[in-house]
């Protein structure tokens, strides 16, 4: 199942560096951040399954003003700021691997999501 976004800058609670997608001009597109929110960003929980959303909104909304008006500090990593686009899910994951081992910080689901979409799709080769 090839996926819309696997990460995005809000991810996390607003602690990935990466913003990935399967780009519908074809690939798979990464954008690295170029700076970090400074300070301890509020934590949101799951939505409730009982459907009471005062405890998560008011939690969405300390971390949103946080965020809001959160510094900003330059990440200094090679790429920083950087755009991507990996031809195949191979490709798409050793760039991940590459990013995480510089340093870059996006949840490790991402990567489980790759492997698992990489397992899904059909063996290629000569018939």
């Not at 602690?15 to 934590?43: E, F, Q, S």
């Not at 969405?60 to 809001?68: I, P, T």
């Not at 050793?94 to 910080?105: N, P």
Request: charged share 25%.
């Amino acid at each position: 199942m090839r996926r819309m976004s696997y990460c995005r800058f809000s991810s996390d609670d607003f602690r990935c560096d990466l913003y990935c997608y399967a780009d519908a001009a074809g690939g798979y597109t990464t954008h690295v951040a170029g700076n970090r929110i400074v300070g301890d960003i509020p934590r949101v929980p799951p939505v409730p399954a009982s459907g009471d959303m005062a405890a998560w909104m008011e939690a969405h909304n300390r971390q949103s003003a946080f965020v809001q008006s959160a510094g900003r500090e330059r990440i200094d990593l090679p790429h920083a700021g950087k755009t991507f686009n990996d031809p195949d899910l191979a490709s798409f994951l050793a760039r991940l691997e590459t990013l995480r081992e510089i340093g870059y910080v996006f949840p490790d689901h991402v990567l489980d999501q790759v492997r698992e979409e990489m397992a899904e799709e059909p063996a290629s080769g000569p018939a």
